[in-house]
């Protein structure tokens, strides 16, 4: 099965900051790559699908970016409501693997 | 408005089955692959199931294969997921997801979670 690894497990940055979470699939699945956002206490969603497509209603500030391996989350300028875990998941093809998640907060 | 409402969780001794149900609203959910996702206290998410539109093919986790299966029935727009021969580790939130599209398998929409505790 193809293992999906996320770095960093948690970082502390400041207001405005820009902030980058990588995702590294231990093998090929092209752009077949979602990230999803999980704030405390509450139900995941959908930021980011097929490696770079933002989710309507998401805020411009998330990018992604990746093909093959290795993929990046972006947020350019970090705001308080932007403390959650960040997930990515694989959906190439079956186990639709999540990574174990990277912890963002304020610093 | 889409709708994912969880209901069937609870406590239940090792050993023990209990079955999940989703209710489905708000859109053709025999058009879309639904999904259960895991997340056990404090820990990550853990993709456990799928079933296509029509029911005709399912995916298990190895971690819950042969022990868990999901279902649906599009006459009742609901997902199943029946669980049998649990164990301490299947303590979690389970959480029922469609699909974003009806061609996809990433998830766009999401129950709020049923609790299932696994303690004698």
């Known amino acids: 099965d193809i293992q999906m690894t996320q770095s960093p497990s948690s970082l502390s940055a400041s207001v405005g900051d820009r902030v980058t979470v990588t995702c590294r699939a231990s093998q090929g699945i092209s752009n077949y790559l979602a990230w999803y956002q999980q704030k405390p206490g509450k139900v995941p969603n959908l930021l980011i699908y097929?490696?770079?497509t933002l989710q309507s209603g998401v805020p411009s500030r998330f990018s992604g970016s990746g093909s093959g391996t290795d993929f990046t989350l972006t947020i350019s300028s970090l705001q308080p409501e932007d403390v959650a875990t960040y997930y990515c998941q694989k959906y190439d093809s079956a186990p639709r693997t999540f990574g174990q998640g990277t912890k963002v907060e304020i610093k | 408005e889409v709708q994912l409402v969880e209901s069937g969780g609870g406590l239940v001794q090792p050993g023990g089955s209990l079955r999940l149900s989703c209710a489905a609203s708000?859109?053709?959910?025999?058009?879309?692959?639904m999904h259960w996702v895991r997340q056990a206290p404090g820990k990550g998410l853990e993709y456990v199931s799928a079933?296509?539109?029509?029911?005709?093919?399912?995916y298990h986790a190895n971690s819950v294969k042969g022990r868990f299966t999901i279902s649906r029935d599009n006459s009742k727009n609901t997902l199943y997921l029946q669980m049998g021969s649990l164990r301490a580790e299947d303590t979690a939130v389970y959480y029922c997801?469609?699909?974003?599209?009806?061609?996809?398998?990433?998830?766009?929409?999401w129950g709020q979670g049923t609790l299932v505790t696994v303690s004698s």
């Open positions: 079933v296509t539109s029509n029911g005709g093919s399912t």
């Open positions: 097929d490696a770079s």
């Open positions: 997801a469609r699909s974003a599209d009806s061609s996809s398998w990433f998830l766009g929409y």
């Open positions: 708000g859109f053709t959910f025999s058009s879309y692959a």
